[in-house]
């Protein structure tokens, strides 16, 4: 079983749908919008898969549990995507209101954080080389300038604790890696305040486009498989160039 946070759209939505087609079965999270969650649901299972959602926020600390739980009631996890992420309003940092920080922290960071303790702990508990990639952005090593830093600083946190904890677990059979996407096509523009951020940002890409959330999906299921046997405590790009 394939445990995906924030898999009701966009990216998470895209490697749910991957893993599904892969034959996983997969439970995944979402915050808010369970339209989207029970149309993502019913789609795999009209594909003959078998697709779990769990309302949770990765921002609350017994989220891990709670998650963890629901889906081992299916199946045990054996793989987690810590893919949930948030940035904000875009804007400078001079104008970035605290309520926001703290959510980007709390959701990027600490829920990573909280739900790969979580997984480490049940892994080790079982011996279960579990595998786990979380997702981090080009914006680690961009820094984002004028548009979201606070979002930026989380994500370069994800990386380093990714590596950290990529080589602390590596003996127990566990596999955790990062991919780090460029921009992608999804929604997380608009919620920031700038739909057309795509457009604006594709004639920077040395691709010439940004990237479709299937085209990041591929690398994390890569990770996930045995043909990445060897890969620990890294970060893979998926920038298109950048
Ligand atoms: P998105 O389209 O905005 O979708 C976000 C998903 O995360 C939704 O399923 C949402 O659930 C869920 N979510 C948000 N906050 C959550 C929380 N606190 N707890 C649980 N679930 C939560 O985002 P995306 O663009 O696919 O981004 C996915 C990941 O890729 C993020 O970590 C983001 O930072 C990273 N990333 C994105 C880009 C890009 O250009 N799109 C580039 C680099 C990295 P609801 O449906 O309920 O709202």
Redesign the pocket.
């Known amino acids: 079983m394939v445990l995906v946070?924030?898999?009701?759209?966009?990216?998470?939505?895209a490697i749910v749908r991957g893993a599904a087609a892969r034959g996983h079965r997969v439970a995944f999270?979402?915050?808010?919008?369970a339209g989207?969650?029970t149309a993502l649901v019913d789609e795999i299972a009209a594909a003959g898969g078998i697709a779990l959602a769990i309302q949770?926020?990765?921002?609350d600390p017994s989220a891990p549990a709670r998650l963890f739980d629901a889906a081992e009631a299916l199946d045990p996890v054996t793989a987690l995507v810590n893919?949930?992420?948030?940035?904000g309003r875009l804007g400078r940092l001079a104008d970035l209101p605290l309520d926001a920080l703290c959510k980007t922290i709390d959701?990027?960071l600490t829920?990573t954080i909280l739900m790969a303790q979580e997984a480490v702990r049940r892994w080790e508990a079982t011996g279960t080389p579990g595998r786990m990639v979380n997702?981090?952005?080009?914006?680690a090593t961009l820094g984002a300038p004028g548009e979201y830093v606070h979002?930026a600083a989380t994500?370069a946190a994800v990386e380093a604790f990714t590596i950290g904890l990529g080589k602390e677990v590596a003996g127990r059979g566990i596999r955790v890696n990062a991919v780090s996407?460029?921009?992608?096509m999804?929604?997380?523009?608009a919620?920031g305040g700038n739909p057309d951020r795509p457009a604006q940002v594709a004639p920077r890409v040395p691709l010439g486009r940004?990237a479709e959330?299937e085209e990041i999906a591929a690398a994390v299921l890569w990770l996930l498989t045995d043909e990445a046997s060897y890969v620990a405590g890294t970060v893979l790009r998926v920038g298109g160039g950048v």
Do not use: L, M, Q
């Not at 999270?29 to 919008?33: D, I, P």
């Not at 893919?83 to 940035?87: D, E, F, I």
């Open positions: 946070t924030g898999g009701s759209r966009g990216i998470g939505a999270s979402y915050v808010t919008n989207a969650a949770a926020d990765v921002a893919n949930a992420g948030v940035t959701t990027n829920g997702i981090s952005s080009v914006a979002y994500k996407p460029g921009t992608t999804t929604e997380i523009h919620a940004v959330p």
